[in-house]
């Protein structure tokens, strides 16, 4: 599983640990984690897609606006992405390009979970260890 969620931290909040082998898979497996929080992902299908470019001053920062985007599609289009299709993602992680694919809230085929109201900085990292970028977030819900 390339991603682990937790609710060690309280009970208004849920924890994830992601980790990849590249920045991209990093990314990636953050946004399926997110997602997979506020809806059951399995019958989401690509019906929509959405153009997302980022920039931050370090991999920390594009990381939390990149999960800030994901939970901004959900309330502000009911959007979730079911796959991430990155154009340019640096290396250092202050820049991205991406195309989500995904689908809008149906409550007749979508099973809704929990509502994700915000990134925290609480406990949040992103660090490259031993050539494995690892992240940290804890989410507001």
């Known amino acids: 599983m390339p991603f682990e969620l937790t609710d060690q931290y309280t009970c208004a909040d849920i924890g994830m640990l992601v980790s990849g082998t590249n920045i991209n898979i990093l990314f990636s ?4 984690g997110l997602t997979s929080i506020m809806v059951e992902p399995d ?19 594009l990381f939390f606006n ?6 901004y599609f959900k309330d ?4 979730f992405p079911k796959r991430c ?19 809008i809230a149906d409550p007749e085929r979508h099973i809704l979970k ?28």
Request: glycine share 6%; aromatic share 12%.
């Open 114 to 141: 929990t509502d994700v109201k915000a990134v925290t900085y609480y406990r949040f990292k992103v660090e490259k260890v031993d050539g494995l970028w690892k992240a940290e977030v804890v989410l507001d819900i």
């Open 66 to 71: 990149w999960l800030s985007e994901i939970i």
């Open 76 to 79: 502000a289009e009911r959007f």
């Open 43 to 61: 019958n989401l299908e690509e019906r929509k897609r959405f153009k997302v470019t980022l920039d931050a001053d370090d991999v920390e920062g």
């Open 29 to 32: 497996d953050a946004a399926a």
């Open 85 to 103: 299709e990155f154009e340019y993602l640096d290396g250092n992680g202050k820049k991205l390009a991406a195309t989500l694919h995904g689908d």
